[in-house]
């Protein structure tokens, strides 16, 4: 079955560092993959979108990698900060190019 | 004010009534879309619209009904709501298909 994986745990880490959250996919093959980034009670914001014939992309402190041989997308925050404190979504597309989610992963930078 | 906007923002109602959340955006994006979004199951697509008076069912369409004669306009609506329709529910745009979407701030709908 077709399946997108996020870490359900929450990621804790000290103000500084660098986050990295995982998303690992099974039987889709999608064009691209985004990130979105979602406050309590708030709707997800589009961070981050990467196609499959790239490697990285940046933009400012957030780095995404993605490796269709893997399955697996990576999404990284330099230098994090209490305000990066949200959940954090990935969204792949699908063969008929709707837009399927994962679960989210929680950040949780501590000060 | 340029934007996404959902409403009502909170609806309480009962089972088997019919309710109708509304999506407006103001960017003339092609495509419009619905999803729902429950502990447990993440963001799930309900229908989506690649243009006016075009639209498609996602992942969970049973139960509900769009329509979208104007570009800017997609409401939703839940013919005879049940108790498994309590969820809080996004509205997103996009101006194309390898575009970032843009999110609504949500409609909190509990069926009682």
């Known amino acids: 079955s077709q399946k997108i994986e996020q870490n359900s745990e929450a990621l804790n880490i000290q103000e500084g560092k660098t986050a990295t959250l995982t998303c690992n996919y099974t039987n889709y093959s999608p064009a691209y993959l985004q990130w979105y980034r979602q406050d309590p009670g708030r709707g997800p914001v589009f961070l981050l979108l990467i196609r499959e014939n790239e490697k990285e992309k940046r933009k400012e402190r957030l780095k995404v990698t993605f490796d269709t041989t893997l399955k697996q997308s990576l999404f990284h925050i330099t230098a994090s900060q209490p305000a990066d404190s949200a959940t954090y979504l990935c969204a792949l597309v699908d063969s008929s190019y709707k837009l399927i989610f994962g679960s989210g992963t929680r950040l949780l930078v501590r000060p | 004010d340029a934007g996404i906007t959902q409403s009502p923002r909170y609806k309480i109602t009962e089972t088997g009534r019919q309710v109708t959340l509304m999506c407006h955006q103001t960017?003339?994006?092609?495509?419009m879309f619905w999803y729902r979004q429950d502990l447990g199951h993440g963001l799930r697509l309900i229908y989506y619209s690649a243009a006016a008076d075009i639209t498609d069912k996602g992942e969970v369409p049973d139960g509900y009904v769009v329509s979208r004669s104007k570009t800017e306009n997609f409401p939703l609506t839940l013919e005879s709501a049940t108790r498994s329709q309590t969820s809080v529910y996004f509205c997103?745009?996009?101006?194309?298909?390898?575009?970032?979407?843009?999110f609504g701030s949500g409609t909190r709908l509990t069926v009682v």
């Open positions: 960017w003339s994006h092609s495509y």
């Open positions: 997103a745009s996009s101006e194309s298909r390898g575009s970032g979407y843009t």
